[in-house]
């Protein structure tokens, strides 16, 4: 595989945006295992490795467990994860696949009466910022150093 530029090292200031989104999400209502709830499957859905790389020591530092983390690309059909999880997870995927229905209503009214306005914004956010970040780690090729994290 290629080289390609790391922006961060060439012009560090073109992610002060995508830090100012990832400190709104940190002093949010959204606690660090749902935020990396959204993290590991929105960069499972993108098969981003350097994120899901990343995501899962930060997800084991907040206290997910191995088991749920091995479960979540089976989410669906797994008990070890309660219902507002279940709804976060939906909203993930289906925002991150927003190209065939995008959020659907269904899951947007369920959202609703399980969060709060808050909650939903930092949700929506949260999965944007991390498609965001997939993205740039995609296309530039990004290797994860273990040692960096």
Not at 28 to 57: D, T, V
Not at 69 to 78: C, V
Request: with cysteine; glycine share 4%; proline share 2%.
């Amino acid at each position: 595989m290629t080289k390609r530029i790391n922006i961060y090292q060439t012009q560090p200031e073109a992610f002060k945006g995508m830090f100012a989104l990832e400190k709104f999400l940190t002093e949010g209502p959204l606690n660090k295992k749902q935020i990396s709830l959204i993290k590991m499957r929105a960069s499972q859905i993108n098969g981003c490795a350097y994120c899901l790389a990343m995501h899962s020591k930060e997800a084991l530092k907040a206290g997910e467990s191995p088991e749920r983390l091995h479960l979540l690309a089976a989410w669906k059909d797994s008990n070890e994860f309660i219902n507002d999880e279940k709804v976060l997870l939906r909203m993930t995927e289906e925002i991150t696949n927003i190209h065939e229905n995008g959020l659907t209503e269904e899951t947007y009214q369920i959202a609703t009466e399980l969060f709060e306005t808050s909650s939903l914004i930092s949700i929506i956010m949260a999965i944007a910022t991390i498609n965001s970040w997939n993205r740039i780690a995609i296309s530039t090729r990004l290797e994860f150093n273990s040692s960096v994290t």
